[in-house]
């Protein structure tokens, strides 16, 4: 149960606090942030590049350095393999050989890595505080709460839960208890292919997509040629989530009511402003993004996807990119060469605050300290959420 009161006047519970400040608190029943223990090396250390690339080779086969592709530049020169979510994931349990697992990416690709590694490999985030705002808009209560909701008006037992790989291992061991899987942007529409299959009868049951609306609306419609009133959204700081037992009973999907707030910062007046600034152009956005933006968009598709469309677009195209800016300043910078211009889609800057927080410090600090023996930011879920998290994320990784 939540425990703030609604209130009156708008009957809505203000959302706390998505990130603490600068990270530098504890609380450790979220994604927020903690302080770094020991002392950070000076970003303006000239030797850090040096003192990086020694440490990891004094740590040889033992390290292995994962970069989610929105990771800065100097931090993903030294990662071992870069990707998307979906591809980390598998990347992290084909190590097994590894020691330790550094990722270099967000608390909840850090713990989906631990699950999916074997007891004896660490799993190390290089700052506790790069946590995501958007995991942490569904917690354990609330989803508890939900399900209880969905039991009183009688289609429970309906309904299979779909969570996105951004999320608590709490979410996604709710997810494996209740028969349901883990999606990433990568093959959300086969995991709500697959989720719709394991009910009863596939006409009546009703998935549950959590946390991010927009993803699962954008595959329901976009994707499973499924109609915008398919979908009811959930908002877990009302009560009943603001729906009643009808509109639970006719609903196809209901979406939780969770967004990432860099892609939300995407508007249709962006794609129609840069579509008029730059003639030709195409508008490749992110599935986080809204549905308006993705319906006005030419393509659409994961952090991998965006780049394997840019490395096979012809020379001289033009592209407009909504997502995270590290990634699309990267490939600006990678692809100017072969003249294809890439801009990035919103003239107001975009970055990940909480990616962005695993700088080159961070990276030395760590590589430093497991160079020395000392274990620091070990992320590790315990055992039972792991067992429950584990079946939701086998399922996935065994989608057709
Ligand atoms: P992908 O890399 O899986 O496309 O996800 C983007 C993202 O927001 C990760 O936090
Ligand atoms: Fe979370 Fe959005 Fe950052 Fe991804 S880009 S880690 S979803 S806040």
């Known amino acids: 149960m939540t425990t703030a009161q609604p209130r009156t006047d708008l009957d809505v519970q203000p959302t706390p606090l998505a990130l603490l400040l600068l990270g530098r608190e504890a609380d450790p029943a979220s994604e927020r942030g903690v302080d770094c223990p020991g002392d950070l090396p000076s970003p303006s250390d000239p030797d850090l590049v040096a003192r990086a690339r020694a440490a990891k080779e004094k740590l040889g086969d033992k390290v292995f350095v994962l970069g989610h592709h929105y990771q800065r530049d100097e931090v993903i020169q030294f990662a071992d393999v870069t990707g998307d979510s979906f591809k980390l994931a598998r990347d992290a349990a084909a190590r097994p050989e590894a020691e330790y697992i550094v990722f270099c990416g967000v608390h909840f690709m850090a713990e ?71 999606c990433t942007s990568s093959n959300a529409k086969r995991a709500l292919e697959w989720a719709f299959e394991q009910g009863q009868d596939p006409s009546t049951t009703k998935i549950l997509f959590l946390p991010d609306q927009h ?15 398919d979908c009811v959204v959930y908002n877990p700081h009302k009560p009943n989530g603001g729906l009643t037992a009808e509109q639970l009973r006719d609903a196809r999907i209901i979406l939780w009511r969770g967004h990432c707030s860099v892609h939300g910062r995407f508007s249709l007046e962006s794609v129609e402003d840069v579509r008029a600034r730059v003639p ?16 006005a968009a030419d393509l659409v598709g994961s952090t991998e996807y965006i780049i394997k469309t840019l490395e096979a677009a012809p020379r001289g195209s033009k592209w407009a990119i909504g997502t995270e800016l590290n990634l699309v300043r990267r490939l600006a910078n990678r692809f100017a060469e072969e003249d294809k211009e890439i801009v990035f889609l919103d003239r107001t800057v975009c970055f ?41 994320l086998e399922r996935m990784l065994a989608l057709p």
């Open 280 to 295: 030709g152009v195409n508008v490749l956005v992110h599935p986080e993004c809204k549905h308006e933006v993705v319906a």
């Open 215 to 229: 993803l699962g609306r954008n595959t329901a419609v976009r994707d499973l040629g499924m109609s915008l009133e």
């Open 352 to 392: 990940c605050s909480t990616m962005n927080r695993i700088d080159l410090p961070h990276l030395v600090w760590t590589l430093e300290s497991l160079a020395e023996g000392t274990l620091v930011n070990r992320i590790e879920v315990d055992k039972e959420t792991e067992d429950f998290a584990k079946l939701a």
């Open 112 to 182: 989906s890595a631990d699950i999916l590694t074997s007891d004896e490999q660490k799993v190390v985030l290089p700052d506790l505080a790069a946590g995501c705002s958007m995991a942490d808009m569904a917690t354990a209560e609330q989803v508890a709460e939900c399900w209880d909701v969905l039991s009183e008006a009688g289609v429970a037992d309906q309904v299979v839960p779909v969570a996105y790989m951004n999320s608590s291992a709490d979410i996604k061991a709710f997810t494996g208890k209740h028969g349901g899987t883990i």
